[in-house]
């Protein structure tokens, strides 16, 4: 069992890693742009990129939730040290998640439906990405907590 337990482990930090440097590339470049373009190029850029957006970060998101929550169950079952702080990395992971049905759902569904007006569009965006930096650092919230609950572990190393 031991060598799943690595390699989960492994997987996880990864995923969780990955996930938290995608959505800190979104707060960083992509927001930036968006500011940068006029209502009438954003809601077409929007329209043109939505499903892609979608299609990369749910199953990012999702495998990153799920993985955290599978290892942090491990730890329990198996009673290792850093039971609790892989715990914690999974909270935080499910927390990403909530911060879509709390916000992004209907933000983005706004976006989409172009119902935000033009002089609000801007406040809109801004809005966007500042739940989109909670919602970095409750990634890179989850990923260091996996790591240090790896390197803590004595089960499984």
Request: net charge positive.
């Amino acid at each position: 069992m031991k060598p799943i337990m690595r390699i989960l482990g492994i997987l996880t930090v990864a995923v969780l890693g990955l996930t938290s440097g995608a959505m800190l590339t979104e707060a960083v470049i992509i927001v930036p742009f968006w500011l940068g373009l006029t209502p009438t190029e954003f809601y077409t850029w929007y329209a043109k990129n939505q499903a892609a957006l979608v299609n990369f970060y749910s199953p990012l998101e999702i495998s990153s939730m799920v993985l955290a929550l599978v290892l942090s169950i491990l730890f329990f079952t198996r009673n290792e040290d850093k039971k609790w702080v892989m715990l914690g990395s999974a909270i935080l992971s499910i927390l990403v998640i909530a911060t879509f049905f709390v916000f992004f759902k209907d933000a983005n569904a706004a976006f989409n439906a172009r119902s935000i007006e033009e002089g609000k569009l801007s406040l809109a965006i801004m809005t966007w990405g500042n739940w989109q930096w909670f919602r970095v650092f409750l990634g890179l919230g989850a990923f260091v907590l996996s790591v240090m609950a790896i390197q803590g572990s004595k089960k499984i190393s």
